[in-house]
């Protein structure tokens, strides 16, 4: 099934800062889904965007798709030390029918540091 | 409040017993998921359902069973069979139909295996 590679998998960066987290999938999608999840809770959906958009942005946040290489980029701008947390991104694979489950793959654990 | 609850937050189990892990939503949601995380990994797909009285298989489904008899009761059990069941246990739900709906995600139960 289709599952998102995030790369890195850590990352630690300085408060203020802009933090790039990439993700890789395999095949075509219908969407991308990124979402968070702090230490030992459940996971929160941070953005959508859709296979035949190319930059979303969404607060501090922007995203992009590449559909050609098959990648998307998760941007948080002026980092906080709240945004420590794993970013996961989802990819919807366009299977072409409705049978619409999310694959997450490992993560990115961003620590943003005071 | 609209959301998902997950009960209990913590359980421990022994060996050779079968335990229920709670997953109730109010946003009447026709989809509901169950996912496993083990430490430092990403989401594994155990069951999904996708309307009442009908749910599918997901990439880790062995030694585990669920029941949809209600649209905001999605129960998972761990039996027996389940080799290593210690892990935190991920309900999430979406609206169904349609691809561009996100995923909200119970805040989770952590089953030990004494």
Not at chain 1, 38 to 64: A, C
Not at chain 1, 101 to 111: C, D, E, I, N, S
Request: with cysteine; aromatic share 10%; glycine share 8%.
């Amino acid at each position: 099934s289709q599952q998102g590679e995030e790369d890195p998998q850590a990352l630690s960066i300085q408060e203020g800062e802009n933090a790039t987290m990439n993700c890789s999938y395999k095949t075509s999608i219908n969407n991308l889904q990124w979402y968070r999840q702090n230490s030992g809770r459940g996971l929160v959906h941070l953005i959508l965007i859709r296979s035949n958009e190319r930059e979303k942005h969404s607060g501090r946040l922007r995203v992009t798709l590449d559909t050609s290489k098959k990648s998307s980029s998760l941007l948080i701008t002026a980092s906080r030390a709240a945004d420590t947390a794993s970013y996961f991104c989802a990819p919807l694979e366009d299977s072409g029918g409705s049978n619409y489950k999310l694959t997450f793959g490992k993560g990115t654990l961003l620590t943003v540091n005071p | 409040d609209g959301g998902i609850t997950q009960s209990p937050k913590y359980l421990f189990r022994k060996e050779g017993q079968n335990v229920t892990l709670s997953c109730e939503q109010n946003l009447n949601h026709d989809a509901m998921y169950w996912y496993r995380q083990d430490p430092g990994q990403g989401l594994r797909l155990i069951y999904y359902s996708q309307i009442v009285n009908d749910f599918q298989k997901g990439d880790i489904a062995e030694g585990y069973s669920v029941s949809r008899e209600k649209k905001e009761s999605f129960p998972l059990t761990v039996t027996s069979a389940q080799k290593n069941p210690t892990a935190f246990y991920l309900c999430a739900s979406r609206d169904f139909p349609g691809p561009y709906n996100e995923q909200f995600f119970g805040p989770g139960t952590r089953l030990t295996v004494l």
